[in-house]
């Protein structure tokens, strides 16, 4: 099977990136590396190096392939676990090498480690390289101990001429920003910050240098109002970073957007505007590569601004400056069974014959999905991946889908896009959804110890889908329910019968906690109170003046909408419950009503009838 344009590379122990492992920390030996058991004294003898380090790049899948040499005492050997050898003693396989690690250097930065393997491995394969950049790699050998060799370090490696056309075509009506941000070493002495969204507009096709005035005009309106409503010393810290950033880069001021301002260090966000084919005007790519430019000739740069003094103290030099590209992508309102699509487009318009574009995707968000995952184009090629959002991945559920689209390309200039998702569905399934009523709360009123009363909880799935939960009585023992756990279709209603049993002549209080799958009303809880009252000491309620008053079904001391409630499902009952019948005929009649509607609003204190 081929596996693409290969170039082989080979080298020896060599200064430089070596002598910088060699004075490095020790590496911890990592969980899954063969080792040895431990042997008597401490072991502080780092293995010796591996011999020659090869490297081998295939450009078409764009990975390398890294081989070495083991190291002379990469081998399996008995040793002793005791000094006492006079009756043959005990021995243990032991290897001095328990595995190595590969690191990896972009040439003129600093190392980083990309793995560990185990002993007797002579092969990693490095796929997170890019296109037109170039690399060397190191391979040390370490023990059981972490003691690590010297390192042993590649030829340099070069992937390839740099390919062009990593940013998308985007559909219409999506606009692709340059989103920069800029750490620079020093103390923030205002208050961090995050401005308002601010839309920024495609510009006129080929701009006039009197359109592309106006239309900087009209963001800068915009900008200026998002600015005003930041405290006055942000405010002010916003216009010097702009400015500083502008002046670095080389463009007007006003074609930055200041996003937000973060502490550790001085972080700041910020947009670049692209001005399209503006005549005399460099793009957002050329203006983020006119800024790191800048700082590479003087990483002191926004240290030397006087105007920054008032935004933070110690301004060094500037540590990070990284780019990225966003834009977003709505989908709208998507039917039932329906999908919707849009298509990205690349076109490698890189100038060297061997130049190759790479694409690659990683998407979150449920509905999505993406085909291609990835491209790879050769000079001149154009290819398509498309999203699509398709309600029926998601069962047609009612609700917003946001999702993430990253795209990562091999051109130095395009390294990533990110596009931000939103899809809905409006006319399809609701999730399962809990609704409790009836006797919320359970009041029990006065019951007589030694006898029970009961009181009704529905529980209904007001939704479509399937709803399944649990039923758990907390707090006094005289409190218990019929039921468990449900299981509810779309529209089903679930009895929950509550019974108090009250087993002492005292207040008692509970909990019935109902919790299900309902992802917005995950736990509901319907509280128990009720009174235990000793037999033949009738508990009846009166006011003030001694006067019993009527309706006070729930036991709470007052006639109010939850006694109504109760009295509402009893009236017209063969077999109403019988706190219901005042007038004690049998029946929860009109006669009743007169007496509650007399009584509604009073509220007293239970003494015994006797």
Known sequence: MSRGKKVFFSGLVLMGLGSFLMHAAPVEAHDHLVTSDAVAGEDNLAPHPVGEVSVEADLGAVSVDVYWTLADDDFVRQAPTTGDLSSGGGFV?????????????????????????????????????????SYSYLVTAIDASGNESEAVESTI????????????????????????????????????????????????????????????????????????????????????????????????????????????????????????????????????????????????????????ASVADNIGAVEEVASTNATSVTFGVVAADDFDFEIFTFTNTGTDAEAILTISTALTGEGYSVSPASLS???????????????????????DYPGLLEISTNDPNQRATDISLSASIEDGLDEGSLVVSGAVPANFGSVIVGTSRIREVEITNAGD????????????????????????????????????????????????????????????????????????????????????????IDGNGTVDFDDFFQFADNFGLASPDPVADFDGNGVVDFDDFFLFADNFGKEGTYVSAG
Not at 100 to 118: C, D, I, K, T
Not at 377 to 388: D, N, W, Y
């Open 465 to 552: 889908l399937a709803l399944s939960g649990d039923v758990v009585v907390e707090g006094d023992g005289a409190f218990s329910a019929d039921v468990e756990s449900f299981s509810l279709a779309g529209g089903e209603v679930q009895v929950v019968t509550v019974t108090f049993t009250p087993t002492l002549a005292e207040t008692a209080a509970g909990e019935l906690v109902i919790t299900s799958d309902d992802a917005d009303n995950p736990e509901v809880i319907v509280a128990l109170s009720g009174t235990g009252a000793e037999a033949g000491d009738q508990q009846i309620l009166v006011d003030a003046d001694g006067v019993q008053i009527f309706g006070d």
């Open 157 to 308: 490696v070069n992937l390839g001429p740099p390919p062009a056309g990593g940013k998308p075509d985007v559909p219409p009506g999506s606009v692709i920003s340059k989103i920069a941000k800029l750490k620079v070493a020093g103390d923030l002495v205002v208050p961090p910050f995050v401005t308002e969204v601010i839309v920024v507009p495609p510009p006129p096709a080929a701009p006039t240098v009197e359109e592309v005035e106006v239309y900087l005009e009209e963001v800068e309106a915009e900008q200026q109002e998002v600015l005003g409503a930041l405290e006055p010393e942000q405010r002010d810290a916003a216009l010097a970073i702009r400015s500083s950033i502008a002046n670095a880069a080389g463009i007007d001021e006003r074609r930055i957007i200041i996003l937000g301002v973060r502490s550790g260090s001085i972080i700041v966000d910020f947009e670049i505007i692209d001005l399209g084919d503006a005549e005399e005007e460099v793009s957002a790519e050329e203006a983020v590569a006119d800024l790191e430019a800048t700082i590479e000739n003087n990483p002191e740069t926004f240290a030397e601004d006087p105007a920054l």
């Open 93 to 133: 396989n032991v290897n001095d090498v328990a595995g190595y690690v590969v690191w990896r250097s972009v040439v003129g930065e600093e190392p980083e480690e990309l793995a560990v393997v185990g002993s007797g491995e002579t092969f990693y394969t490095d796929d997170t390289v890019s296109a037109g950049l």
């Open 377 to 399: 184009l050769a000079t001149g090629e154009t290819g398509e991946i498309e999203l699509v959002f398709d309600a029926s991945t998601v069962s047609n559920v009612n609700g």
